[in-house]
């Protein structure tokens, strides 16, 4: 972060989502979802519930989380961090937030897919407490490869 910058995670508004755009548009592996998509996870009146929330240091976007929750699961749908802020917690801590949030909202359990090679992103799940439970072969196309399934207990 910034010298003396303090990393702030808050919910995620439509002022954010040029730069939301911006930060998943530099990430090979980020999902590429349009504006609407966008708008659609944090309108508060759309089914499934969703939490957005983005990390914000010094007044610059670092990076952003989506889920979904349909009680007593959750999806975490994406978790992206601007290249100039990776590997440096940024994405624990959003996960650490988000997770509150889906815990308050009575999600027990929170599940994701990510594509098999996607070594950096499997290395935090596991760091963070994510365990395999299956595979879906061929899922992913361009390239065209597996998806790992994988579950968090958010209730010990």
Excluded at 2 to 12: K, N, S, V, Y
Excluded at 56 to 73: H, K, M, R, T
Excluded at 89 to 114: K, N, P, T
Aim: hydrophobic content about 50%; overall charge neutral.
């Amino acid at each position: 972060m910034t010298a003396g910058g303090e990393l702030q995670i808050r919910r995620m508004t439509m002022a954010d989502l040029d730069r939301v755009m911006e930060i998943a548009a530099g990430l090979r592996d980020a999902p590429h979802w349009t504006r609407a998509a966008y708008q659609a996870a944090i309108d508060p009146n759309r089914a499934p519930q969703r939490i957005a929330l983005v990390a914000e240091d010094a007044g610059n976007l670092a990076g952003f989380a989506i889920a979904s929750v349909v009680v007593p699961q959750a999806e975490l749908e994406t978790i992206a961090v601007a290249k100039a802020y990776q590997r440096r917690g940024v994405a624990l801590r959003l996960f650490a937030a988000l997770a509150g949030e889906l815990s308050e909202a009575q999600a027990a359990d929170v599940l994701l897919e990510v594509r098999a090679s996607n070594r950096p992103a499997l290395g935090l799940y596991r760091a963070l407490g994510f365990e395999e439970g299956g595979r879906r072969p061929r899922y992913y196309a361009d390239p065209v490869e597996d998806a790992v399934l994988l579950k968090m207990c958010l209730r010990g």
